[in-house]
């Protein structure tokens, strides 16, 4: 069991050197963390390239569920940035705080319970990390390279990815950081 994180800006090269480190497995499941909008042709381009360059021997879960990281075998999740994307929806993270930072539908407290809701999911994504008996391989944005988001929403997904971030690093046993698509060992 190997527990990797691959840490790269947008279009730096990341995922084909996730995809790279898992070459020798003949058998990897796929965890594809984004959901298609047929709506948004760009997106879609996007993810049939990803699909493209996966070899036929792996299998696709589309999931957002932290225990989908409880197998045996490879693993690739493509990626921790969706990831905690779609866990900011799926708490009401979103609804709950507005740009502004003040609380959008409700009161404080709801904004308090959406946190902590946040707080859960993602913790338990860093726990299924650490307990999972699979070879696995993370990817995952490095977003707190670049500017400071004008918004209150920006900031919010910036601090919690660059949390979860670190928190899987912690733990992992190898963290690479890929460049303009040179990959560079961390740890």
């Known amino acids: 069991m190997t527990r990797v994180l691959v840490l790269g800006g947008s279009r730096s090269g990341k995922s084909a050197h996730a995809e790279q480190l898992l070459a020798g497995w003949d058998e990897v499941t796929y965890l594809a963390t984004s959901v298609v909008a047929e709506a948004d042709a760009e997106w879609s381009a996007r993810v049939a390239a990803h699909r493209a360059r996966r070899p036929a021997g792996w299998t696709t879960v589309e999931t957002t569920a932290p225990s989908e990281l409880l197998r045996q075998g490879a693993v690739l999740v493509d990626s921790v940035t969706t990831w905690v994307a779609a866990l900011m929806?799926?708490?009401?993270?979103?609804?709950?705080v507005d740009a502004t930072?003040?609380?959008?539908?409700g009161s404080p407290a709801d904004a308090a319970a959406a946190r902590d809701r946040l707080d859960q999911r993602c913790d338990a994504l860093v726990d299924n990390w650490v307990m999972t008996p699979a070879h696995v391989v993370a990817v995952s944005d490095e977003v707190g390279l670049g500017v400071v988001p004008e918004t209150r929403a920006g900031r919010l997904f910036r601090d919690t990815l660059g949390t979860v971030n670190q928190r899987l690093a912690s733990t992992a046993d190898e963290v690479w950081f890929v460049v303009a698509g040179l990959p560079q060992r961390l740890r």
């Open 101 to 105: 930072g003040a609380h959008a539908a």
């Open 89 to 96: 929806d799926e708490t009401g993270i979103w609804d709950a």
